[in-house]
């Protein structure tokens, strides 16, 4: 627990929130600034900066809760879709520096656009960046 960062503060219960699910390892909470109606947030009560941090093992945890917790909000929102969304590092969006993945669950006609830029690569430019990832795995 970091005295400086306010979802390990959330996490604890020492900062209200509006929790929708909380076990030993985790606490879930609505977003203070929903994307959509029902956007939440996967809080790890352990203080990780981010996806390089973060063990393993409970990254996986994570995303296996994540699972569960769509299914659920879906059946309670009556959502269209979902967005799951975890940002790592400024550039990337990421504002609040301890480990946290988004639950946004979509919904037709919502407005919002979570999305990307397309690029054009050629071949021989995809082929040259997988050989740089590959030469790492
Ligand atoms: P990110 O940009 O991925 O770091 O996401 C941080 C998210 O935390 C944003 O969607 C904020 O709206 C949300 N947020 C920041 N402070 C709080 C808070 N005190 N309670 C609930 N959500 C928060
Ligand atoms: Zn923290």
């Known amino acids: 627990m970091r005295d400086d960062c306010i979802f390990c503060k959330i996490a ?4 209200p929130s509006q929790t929708i699910y909380e076990d030993d390892s985790y606490r879930v ?3 203070l600034g929903p994307a959509a109606k029902g956007h939440a947030l996967i809080l790890p009560k352990e203080h ?6 973060i063990p393993e093992e409970k990254a996986g945890e994570v995303f296996r809760l ?4 769509a299914v659920k909000m ?4 009556k959502c269209d ?3 799951i969304v975890q940002n ?3 550039v990337a969006g990421q504002t609040v520096f301890h480990f946290h993945m988004h639950l946004i669950p979509r ?18 430019e995809l082929k040259e960046t997988a050989d740089i990832i590959r030469g790492e795995i």
């Open 48 to 53: 990780y900066a981010d996806i390089f941090e």
């Open 81 to 83: 879709g979902f967005n």
């Open 88 to 90: 790592n590092g400024k």
């Open 29 to 31: 909470i609505l977003d």
């Open 107 to 124: 919904y037709t006609d919502d407005g919002q656009d979570i999305n990307w830029k397309p690029g054009e690569p050629t071949q021989e």
């Open 66 to 69: 994540a699972k569960n917790m």
């Open 74 to 77: 879906k059946a309670a929102l």
């Open 12 to 15: 604890a219960g020492e900062i």
